[in-house]
C-alpha cells in the first residue's frame, strides 16, 4: 500500500527559528508536494517536484524553501519562521502527470510562537 | 488562475438520508475531477476520481456527477452513516499541468444516528 510519511508529527517553533519538515515516501512516485491546510482555505500548494534534485514554486512559496534530494525525501524549510506559519502542513506524493492521484501524509502540526 | 467553489461549509444530516456537496470551477481546460475524505488527524484520502469524459460515475455508496457546461461537480453519499463524518474536499487540474490540483475550501459533514 502507499505510504507517505512525515516528521515530525507536532512542532512548536520560535519566530525566527529555522524549522525543517520532513517527508518520505515509498510509492517511487516521480512528483511530491507540500501543502498547508488553513481553516476557511482548504489546502494550498506552496512546492511541488517533479523528481530528485527538482523543486518548483507553488502558489503560495513566500517564506518557504524546499529540497528534494531523492525520489523518496521531500523536505520543506522555512529558514525564519514567523507565527504566520503557523498551520498544518501535509506532504503528498502521486504519478500520473494531470491524472495525478495524490496520497497524503498525516500532517505536521506547526505552531510558531 | 482556477478557482474552486465549495459548498456547503457545514452539512449535517440523518443517519441513511442522503448529503450532496458540490464545487464549481472556472477553468474550462479542467479535466480532472476527485473527491478526497480527511478523517479526524489525518491525511487526505481519494475518494473517487473522474476525467472530463464521464458525466457520472457510481461506487460504493458514492456518485460523482459532473456537468461540464456548468462547470459543476457533486457528490452524493446515497445512504450516510455515522463513519461517514469527515470533512470532503473536491479537487481539479488540467491535463497539461503535472499534478497541481486546485482544492475547495471542504465540507465538514456531520452524520448523526
Known amino acids: 500500500e502507499a505510504a507517505v510519511t512525515q516528521s515530525p508529527r507536532n512542532k512548536v517553533a520560535v519566530t525566527g527559528g529555522k524549522v525543517t519538515l520532513s517527508c518520505n515516501q515509498t510509492?517511487?512516485?516521480?512528483?511530491m508536494y507540500w501543502y498547508r491546510q488553513d481553516t476557511g482555505h482548504g489546502l494550498r500548494l506552496i512546492h511541488y517536484s517533479y523528481g530528485a534534485g527538482s523543486t518548483e514554486k507553488g502558489d503560495i512559496p513566500d517564506g518557504y524553501k524546499a529540497s528534494r534530494p531523492s525520489q523518496e525525501n521531500f523536505s520543506l524549510i522555512l529558514e525564519l519562521a514567523t507565527p504566520s506559519q503557523t498551520s498544518v502542513y501535509f506532504c503528498?506524493?502521486?504519478?500520473?502527470?494531470?491524472?495525478?492521484?495524490?496520497?497524503f501524509g498525516p500532517g505536521t502540526r506547526l505552531l510558531v510562537l | 488562475g482556477e478557482q474552486v467553489e465549495q459548498r456547503p461549509p457545514h452539512l449535517s444530516v440523518r443517519e441513511g438520508d442522503s448529503a450532496i456537496i458540490i464545487c464549481t470551477y472556472t477553468d474550462s481546460a479542467t479535466a480532472y475531477f476527485s473527491w478526497y475524505k480527511q478523517e479526524a488527524g489525518a491525511g487526505l484520502q481519494l475518494l473517487m476520481s473522474?476525467?472530463?469524459?464521464?458525466d457520472r460515475k457510481e461506487e460504493q455508496g458514492l456518485t460523482v456527477l459532473l456537468n461540464k457546461k456548468d462547470k459543476r461537480l457533486s457528490l452524493n453519499l446515497t445512504a450516510a452513516h455515522p463513519g461517514d463524518s469527515a470533512v470532503y474536499f473536491c479537487a481539479v487540474s488540467p491535463t497539461q499541468v503535472v499534478g497541481q490540483l486546485t482544492f475547495g475550501r471542504g465540507t465538514r459533514l456531520q452524520v448523526y444516528a
Open positions: 510509492n517511487n512516485h516521480n512528483n
Open positions: 473522474v476525467l472530463s469524459n464521464v
Open positions: 503528498a506524493s502521486g504519478d500520473r502527470g494531470g491524472r495525478d492521484t495524490q496520497y
